[in-house]
C-alpha cells in the first residue's frame, strides 16, 4: 500500500513564486525523503530529513517534519521554470522499504 | 559517471512472451530494488535485494523473478508478459537499506499488446 500521500496533486505557480507541497503517512518511519521527477525521466533525490529531525534545508528547498501528525511539507522558494516537474515524498519505516507517494505536478509558469 | 543503468529504454512485448529488464550500478551498492510506476499510483517496489545472494518480494511482486548473483547487477524477469504489466519500470540502488538517498536509472517503458 501507499505510504506517503502528497497533497496537493497538481499545483500551477508563476515564476518566482513559492511552492509548497505536503505529505502524509501511516506508519512511523526512520526518514522520509522527497524526489524530483522530471518527465520521461528517473527520480532524483532532493533532500532527507530525520524522524528526529523538525527542519531541514538544502538551497531553495525547506522541509519540514511533523511525526506527531504523521506529515511533511516541501517549499521550494522563487521557483523556476526549471523547478517544474513531478515531486514524491518517500518514506524509510521499520522494514527498510522506501514507500513513495504518488506525487505532486508542479508547472511554474515563466 | 555512470550511475544505475537500465536496459532498454522501450520494449514491446506480446502477450504470454517473456524478457528481462536488465539494471547494473557501478556505485558498489549493497541494496538495489525494482519500482513500476503507473499513472496516479506512484512508485510501487516489485522486489529489492539487500546484497549478492539476497532478494526479497515488495509490493506488487506478483508475475515478476529477480535474482543477485553479484553486487552490480539486479535483473528483473518478466515470466509470462500481461497487459496489466504494461508500465514503466525503474531500478534503485542505495548503499545502505534506504538510511540514505536512493539513485534511479532512466526507466523502461514496457508496453504488453
Known amino acids: 500500500s501507499q505510504q506517503g500521500e502528497e497533497d496537493p496533486q497538481a499545483l500551477s505557480i508563476q515564476e518566482g513564486e513559492n511552492a509548497t507541497m505536503n505529505c502524509s503517512y501511516k506508519?512511523?518511519?526512520?526518514?522520509l525523503q522527497w524526489y524530483r521527477q522530471n518527465s520521461g525521466r528517473g527520480l532524483v533525490h532532493l533532500i532527507l530529513?530525520?524522524?528526529?529531525?523538525r527542519e531541514k534545508h538544502s538551497g531553495r528547498l525547506r522541509v519540514t517534519l511533523d511525526t506527531s501528525k504523521k506529515s511533511s511539507s516541501l517549499l521550494i522558494t522563487a521557483s523556476r521554470a526549471a523547478d517544474t516537474a513531478s515531486y514524491f515524498c518517500?518514506?524509510?519505516?521499520?522494514?527498510?522499504?522506501?514507500?513513495f507517494g504518488k506525487g505532486n505536478q508542479v508547472v511554474v509558469i515563466p | 559517471n555512470a550511475g544505475v543503468t537500465q536496459t532498454p529504454k522501450f520494449q514491446v512485448l506480446k502477450t504470454g512472451q517473456s524478457m528481462t529488464l536488465q539494471c547494473a550500478q557501478d556505485m558498489n551498492h549493497e541494496y538495489m530494488s525494482w519500482y513500476r510506476q503507473d499513472p496516479g499510483m506512484g512508485l510501487r517496489l516489485i522486489h529489492y535485494s539487500v546484497g549478492a545472494g539476497i532478494t526479497d518480494q515488495g509490493e506488487v511482486p506478483n508475475g515478476y523473478n529477480v535474482s543477485r548473483s553479484t553486487t552490480e547487477d539486479f535483473p528483473l524477469r518478466l515470466l509470462s508478459a500481461a497487459p496489466s504489466q504494461t508500465s514503466v519500470y525503474f531500478c534503485?540502488?542505495?548503499?545502505?537499506?534506504?538510511?540514505?538517498?536512493?539513485?534511479f536509472g532512466q526507466g523502461t517503458r514496457l508496453t504488453v499488446v
Open positions: 534503485a540502488s542505495s548503499s545502505g537499506t534506504g538510511v540514505t538517498e536512493a539513485f
Open positions: 518517500a518514506t524509510l519505516g521499520g522494514n527498510n522499504r522506501l514507500a
Open positions: 530529513i530525520r524522524s528526529n529531525e
Open positions: 506508519t512511523s518511519i526512520n526518514n
